[in-house]
């Protein structure tokens, strides 16, 4: 894959993530949009796999990937939320249709109070339908960096340096 390539792939699937899916995805949760959860799945592929809090689960239809949007959206809308920050984002890219994205959201309320904080790593695949998640991890954080919740373990390091 050229280098034009990978760069001109990054900006589609960044400008897909964080021009339309963030925030869309925002209103709903902060209930400013008319738009219902139902539009998650333009951008949730079924199955889709989750892994956090110590678990790990499969959402094998589109109700499933409702649900867990749900499981999302009602803690959130109880304790005030109204936007998320987003203090550290990579976007990897693997092949024309294939590509990670890596951010550490903070779901904040109105008057900048953090409700909860997570590093999520999100694979992304394209296909006749567009891009789409395919898998998610999440782990809840204190940290402002991806490379201080997911740092380089000492076998990448060696292959790298070694």
């Not at 209103?27 to 959860?37: F, K, L, M, R």
């Not at 809308?77 to 959201?105: C, F, K, M, P």
């Not at 904080?117 to 954080?141: C, E, N, P, Q």
Request: hydrophobic share 40%; charged share 25%.
């Amino acid at each position: 894959m050229s280098d034009s390539q990978t760069e001109a792939t990054r900006a589609e699937v960044t400008h897909w993530f964080f021009e339309d899916y963030l925030p869309r995805w925002v209103a709903v949760a902060a209930g400013t949009s008319d738009e219902g959860h139902e539009f998650v799945l333009d951008f949730y592929g079924t199955p889709l796999h989750v892994t956090a809090l110590d678990q790990s689960f499969w959402c094998l239809d589109d109700a499933s990937v409702l649900a867990f949007m749900e499981m999302n959206y009602a803690p959130l809308r109880e304790a005030g939320y109204s936007h998320t920050a987003v203090s550290d984002r990579r976007v990897s890219v693997y092949n024309t249709v294939g590509a990670t994205i890596e951010v550490i959201w903070s779901r904040r309320r109105a008057d900048e109070t953090e409700i909860e904080r997570w590093a999520v790593h999100f694979s992304v695949a394209k296909s006749d339908k567009g891009w789409r998640v395919v898998g998610i991890h999440l782990v809840a954080t204190d940290k402002d960096r991806l490379a201080d919740v997911w740092p380089a373990g000492p076998a990448l390091e060696e292959a790298n340096h070694g």
